[in-house]
């Protein structure tokens, strides 16, 4: 079994940065593939950014260029390094690890881009 718990979110202005980190115990961290998912109140959850085991990532198109997510197979972690944020990046966002037919999520963390 494993646990994640996020971190990192909070109230910031249009233009800022935010850096969400996700900590994961319970398990060998290193053989997940983990993603970053968030939810807009009245919206369906989306997946924002994943990274692989062996590193590879993707995004969403409308966080490329702004979004970087990362892990530190050392410290159990996975980033989620966020500037330029927009209005429309305020959700909750939930930290997913998965393996073959495995899958865990965090509690999630608030993010609000609000002036």
């Known amino acids: 079994q494993v646990q994640l718990v996020e971190s990192g979110g909070g109230l910031v202005q249009p233009g800022g940065s935010l850096r969400l980190s996700c900590a994961a115990s319970g398990g060998l961290f290193s053989i997940y593939g983990m993603g970053w998912y968030r939810q807009a109140p009245g919206k369906q959850r989306e997946l924002v950014a994943r990274?692989?085991?062996?590193?590879?990532?993707n995004y969403v198109d409308s966080v490329k260029g702004r979004f970087t997510i990362s892990r530190d197979n050392a410290k159990n972690t996975v980033y989620l390094q966020m500037n330029s944020l927009k209005p429309e990046d305020t959700a909750v966002y939930h930290c997913?690890?998965?393996?073959?037919?495995?899958?865990?999520w965090g509690q999630g963390t608030q993010v609000t881009v609000s002036s």
């Open positions: 990274i692989t085991s062996g590193g590879n990532t």
């Open positions: 997913n690890a998965n393996y073959v037919n495995s899958e865990y």
